[in-house]
């Protein structure tokens, strides 16, 4: 499975795992809302994610992490930094 293919169904499963808001019932959640700092930061990261620059891309999730805001920026922050973690074991494909 390509590295871009791992990348995309984990982002599929992040937007999908945010915390649910105190008043959501059973089996509802709320789409990820990360904050205006970092967000940029996280579209930067993953295309240097998709470019397997895993270096540039934790940079730039310590940059994210030192701006973080809300729960939804440290959901994100920690599931981008599991995608680099599983994507960077990978051995190369042909």
Known sequence: ???RLVFVLFSAALLSSCSSPPDAGPGQCHPCTV?????PL?????EM???KNY???TA???EAEAVK???DD???????RHAIEIASSRPPQP
């Open 1 to 3: 499975m390509s590295t």
């Open 35 to 39: 904050s205006k700092e970092v967000g």
């Open 42 to 46: 996280l579209n930067d990261a993953k």
């Open 49 to 51: 994610i998709n470019a």
């Open 55 to 57: 270096e540039g891309a």
């Open 60 to 62: 730039k999730l310590n």
């Open 69 to 71: 805001f809300n729960r």
């Open 74 to 80: 440290e959901t994100v922050i920690n599931q981008f």
